[in-house]
């Protein structure tokens, strides 16, 4: 499996999710979907002040094999996006978890945050 770090939430379409505390939330995408799309060229995030619903997307990453869609893993408002992909989009390949998060978002739902896969149950899903 790849990288795969534990304290972090996951969701079936393959992004992460980092709880920072006082409602704010940093997602990404994982390991795994940066090793299935191949070199990333292109991230197209949502504008800051954009609301969000879980599982509807809000976004597009395209590598030189595909484009995927982003899919918001929970409901809030974006508060802030990482501005850095759009100079540098290969960092996702280079450090998912790090440098390459996608966007923060201030949660209008806190509960939904219970129903996020952990590490181990991320692992199960991608080796099926």
């Keep these: 499996m790849s990288n795969l770090p534990q304290g972090l939430s996951y969701v079936e379409s393959h992004e992460w999710i980092r709880n920072e505390g006082d409602g704010i ?13 191949g070199d990333v060229v ?10 969000l619903v879980a599982a509807d997307e809000f976004g597009v ?8 869609d982003l899919f918001a893993p929970v409901s809030g408002e974006v508060i802030a996006i ?3 992909l759009a100079d540098d989009p290969e960092l996702v390949n280079t450090d998912p978890y790090g440098d390459a998060w996608l966007l923060q978002i201030r949660l209008s739902d806190a509960e939904e945050l ?5 590490a181990d149950a991320y692992s199960q899903l991608c080796e099926e």
């Design 82 to 84: 990482n501005e850095q």
């Design 114 to 118: 219970e129903h996020l896969l952990d």
């Design 25 to 37: 939330v940093t997602i990404g995408v994982t390991d795994f979907a940066q090793e299935q799309l």
């Design 61 to 68: 990453i395209e590598s030189v094999k595909a484009a995927s």
């Design 42 to 51: 292109f991230v197209e995030l949502p504008e800051v002040g954009t609301d």
